[in-house]
T-cell receptor
Framework: SQTIHQWPATLVQPVGSPLSLECTVE??????LYWYRQAAGRGLQLLFY??????ISSEVPQNLSASRPQDRQFILSSKKLLLSDSGFYLC?????????????FGSGTQLSVL | LAKTTQPISMDSYEGQEVNITCSHN???????ITWYQQFPSQGPRFIIQ???TKVTNEVASLFIPADRKSSTLSLPRVSLSDTAVYYC??????????FGTGTRLQVFP
């Protein structure tokens, strides 16, 4: 069966510090991968999605970046965090080749930038 | 991508049936309708998916009229544990799946 791992679960970082969040998927190959962010009490905002290694599409211009160095690994990074980067970050995957697409989410990372 | 519109919030009491409607006027021929449930501090989880008419599983039912411009998620006999945010998504096999604001369901004892 497929599983998705996301870490860390919580993170407190000072403004201006770098960020690296990692997500890995097991049990499937060539998944579509996604990073979402959710501000407190708000809906999910799609940040990045990837359909293959090295293929990243950005939905929202910002100081975040994403990389996909391996087929089932997706990394969210920042060189200098802003206060506005605080939020709940979710990684998700989908099969990516079916009309009835379903998303499967990781457990999320609660990021607090102070 | 078809845009979705849902009520921001709904209240209910335990044991009642809850119906949450999602509008998607620009749904395309090959779009499916998918609903997710999200609890606080957790990622959304898949509830139900349909293309037309009615779909039922152990958790919910999904009603889709013939024109497919809306859909209704039906939760039978809700309990306190059904308090969550419910998202409606509409889309085909695209590379990105965008969530709307969702409906915050509060179930009272």
């Amino acid at each position: 069966s497929q599983t998705i791992h996301q870490w860390p679960a919580t993170l407190v970082q000072p403004v201006g510090s770098p960020l690296s969040l990692e997500c890995t998927v097991e049990g499937t190959s060539n998944p579509n991968l996604y990073w979402y962010r959710q501000a407190a009490g708000r809906g999910l905002q799609l940040l990045f999605y990837s359909v293959g290694i090295g293929q990243i599409s950005s939905e929202v211009p910002q100081n975040l970046s994403a990389s996909r160095p391996q087929d089932r690994q997706f990394i969210l990074s920042s060189k200098k965090l802003l206060l506005s980067d605080s939020g709940f970050y979710l990684c998700a995957w989908s099969v990516g080749r079916e009309a009835n697409e379903k998303l499967f989410f990781g457990s999320g990372t609660q990021l607090s930038v102070l | 991508l078809a845009k979705t519109t849902q009520p921001i919030s709904m209240d209910s009491y335990e044991g009642q049936e809850v119906n949450i409607t999602c509008s998607h006027n620009n749904i395309a021929t090959n779009d499916y309708i998918t609903w997710y449930q999200q609890f606080p501090s957790q990622g959304p989880r898949f509830i139900i998916q349909g293309y037309k008419t009615k779909v039922t599983n152990e958790v919910a039912s999904l009603f889709i009229p013939a024109d497919r411009k809306s859909s209704t998620l039906s939760l039978p006999r809700v309990s306190l544990s059904d308090t969550a945010v419910y998202y409606c998504l509409v889309g085909p096999n695209t590379d990105k799946l965008i969530f709307g604001t969702g409906t915050r369901l509060q179930v009272f004892p």
